[in-house]
């Protein structure tokens, strides 16, 4: 029997900043409890803690590189231990180093590739074990609309946030029997830290609702996606005013 009582809890890779604070607030306001993991912005990761606990719900951060494939088995035992489950799992945390093919260094190549592709076996693979014993769970994986129609200087990224959606298919396939489903989310050009030196005049020419992203566009789609929408599983939900029509 489904208990409408119990405390859920949600875990958001990225969540000190950006479309990852987002997410958090959005489930916090529906009675989330929240986990948030960052990378090394603790000013951030506080500041957002302190806003998400005036919803009167629990969170916590947990700093760690998600690109590290040890140090998410062990903050995510931590996670587990504390609370003896996870609900549900916003894969958020990303970065961009763009360069054109003929400069792109192996670093850029590999740091992107680690943090937003690889980052997502190394947090599902244990987080899913949990879900599977419950047999209930919901994850959200954050592509991005270069993923479906590439960009020039975006090859890591592009292939990185491809590759997210190939993965988000596969495992809502091979998890659906559990009760477990699995999304991406592809935003389009989102008004946080990792758009802010773009020149957007001629993006938002080309955007049919003429307007740049919030987060929060996202958070509600991540909120809708995790708690009304039971019977969708291995889509991918562009959120980009229209661009990728
Ligand atoms: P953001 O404002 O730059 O925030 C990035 C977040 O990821 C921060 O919380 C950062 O932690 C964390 N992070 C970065 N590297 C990490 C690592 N190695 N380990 C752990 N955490 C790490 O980015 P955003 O714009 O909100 O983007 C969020 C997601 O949406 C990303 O996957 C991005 O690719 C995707 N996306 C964004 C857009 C857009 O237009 N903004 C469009 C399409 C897709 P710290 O605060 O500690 O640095």
Redesign the pocket.
Known sequence: MIDYNEKKLAVV????????KECALELAKVGYDIVI?????DD??NKTISEIKTLNVDAEAYK????NSDECKENITKILEKHGKIDALIN????TRDNLMLRLTNDAWDNVIN??LNSMFYMTQPIIKAMMKKRQGVIIN?S?IVGIYGNAGQTNYSAAKAGVIGFTKSLAKEVASRNIRVNAIA????Q????KDLETSKIVEAIPLKRLGE?SDIAKTAKFLIVDAPYITGQVLCVDGGLVI
């Open positions: 890779t990225g969540g000190s900043r950006g479309i990852g993991t960052y990378a090394g912005n951030a990761a760690f590189d998600v690109s958020n945390a990303g970065i943090t937003n954050m991005s935003p389009g050009f989102i946080t830290d990792m758009t987060a």
